[in-house]
């Protein structure tokens, strides 16, 4: 859930400096020459300003993602060394699917394309319809907070996946009240689906509405293809899909580091996993809720300053755990083999645990 400035390879400063950011560690605001250049090649524009400086959402200045996933794929070197998007650690495609939790484009529909800046002939995504993202969202944070569930399983993908029941994306709950155990099963039901698109089990050509996981159906069940999900208006990507739908994935594990998104206990010395065959990564007792959370202090931890912090603090730590898949994936791991790793040991939830909050630290001063 972030904010993009064109990918010019130009640092916005102060722009930069006046955008908040909603959900997620930050991205960067470049994307990657490769990015750029297939755009190019396909006749994709990829011209994006800021509207205006206001605007309190998102901040693409501060690449924590990237340098994350970076990291996972061996860059060794120092935290601004990592987050290079042009790194050939991880490459295009891994980086474009951890952007798309963040930017999960779509075809706008008719009421969509009504919103000004809106052009219903191409896909929106924040660097190809900037103002038309801009727009929808803050269409969608007004209706929103009159009407918590407005978004609960309709209205384009901006719009649900932070407001409405798509929040797990962010490994957060969709609604305030509820359960862990709840965000949970939507977390691995779409980290089931993640990993199927990347081990080949489901082709591009794939309907949603035809995968069988326990509670799919509520949230996908129109005519869209797996091509459509993550790459629709963007025909460079499809045939390196596999590889989005991973970074997805990793974007998924690594806000469900971020304070602002998930409580997590300090690891334990000797709490194993998996037969006692891995180390639990900090046992999870809430993941909060958007809703009623202070958006600058829900900032202020997803910063890269707070993610280094963060590998500094935990052992193993969230790139522990990109490596793990990654290298399941190396070894061509089935979820079978895959599944009980996060499950017992990235998602593990506590002994106690509490239904979604905005969570302490974050709740807006008029709800305390």
């Given at each position: 859930m972030n904010t993009y400035k064109a990918v010019s390879g130009v640092v916005w400063g102060f722009l930069l400096g006046c955008i908040g950011q909603a959900n997620a560690f930050q991205l960067s605001p470049d994307g990657t020459l490769a990015e750029r250049e297939m755009a190019k090649k396909y006749g994709v524009s990829y011209k994006a300003t800021v509207p205006f400086a206001s605007f309190a959402l998102h901040?693409?200045?501060?690449?924590?993602?990237?340098?994350?996933?970076?990291?996972?794929?061996?860059?060794d070197g120092d935290w601004q060394d990592c987050s290079n998007p042009n790194l050939e650690y991880a490459g295009a495609y891994i980086i474009a699917g951890v952007r798309w939790n963040d930017d999960p484009v779509f075809m706008p529909g008719t009421e969509d394309a009504r919103t000004k800046g809106c052009n219903g002939r191409y896909s929106v995504g924040f660097i190809s319809q900037t103002r038309c993202w801009v727009n929808l969202f803050e269409k969608a944070e007004d209706k929103s907070a009159s009407d918590p569930m407005a978004f609960m399983g309709?209205?384009?993908?901006?719009?649900?996946?932070?407001?409405?029941?798509?929040?797990?994306?962010?490994?957060?709950?969709?609604?305030?009240?509820?359960?862990?155990?709840?965000?949970?099963?939507?977390?691995m039901m779409w980290a089931e689906f993640a990993w199927g698109v990347a081990d080949g089990t489901y082709p591009i050509n794939t309907y949603l509405k035809d995968i069988k996981i326990e509670g799919w159906e509520q949230h996908f069940n129109n005519g869209q293809t797996v091509q459509d999900l993550f790459a629709v208006g963007r025909p460079w990507l499809r045939a390196n899909v596999n590889q989005v739908a991973l970074g997805s994935l990793l974007h998924?594990?690594?806000?469900?580091?971020?304070?602002?998104?998930?409580?997590r206990r300090e690891e334990v010395m000797g709490d194993k996993c998996m037969g006692g065959a891995?180390?639990?990564?900090?046992r999870i007792e809430e993941f909060h809720s958007y809703?009623?959370?202070?958006?600058?202090?829900?900032?202020?931890?997803?910063?890269?300053?707070?993610a280094r912090i963060m590998l500094m603090a935990h052992e193993p730590d969230v790139v522990d755990a990109?490596?793990?898949?990654?290298?399941?994936?190396?070894?061509?791991?089935?979820?079978?083999?895959?599944?009980?790793?996060?499950?017992?040991?990235?998602?593990?939830?506590?002994n106690e645990t509490t239904p979604a909050s905005a969570g302490d630290g974050y709740r807006l001063e008029a709800n305390r």
């Open positions: 901040n693409f200045s501060d690449p924590a993602h990237e340098a994350l996933t970076q990291k996972i794929y061996g860059c309709s209205g384009n993908y901006i719009s649900r996946s932070h407001f409405g029941d798509l929040q797990f994306l962010h490994a957060m709950a969709s609604q305030e009240g509820a359960t862990p155990e709840q965000t949970k099963r939507e977390i998924l594990v690594q806000d469900s580091f971020a304070g602002g998104h998930a409580q891995e180390a639990v990564l900090g809703a009623r959370q202070d958006h600058a202090k829900h900032k202020a931890d997803d910063a890269s300053s707070v990109g490596k793990k898949l990654r290298g399941f994936i190396a070894d061509r791991r089935k979820w079978a083999d895959v599944r009980p790793y996060l499950d017992e040991c990235v998602f593990a939830l506590a």
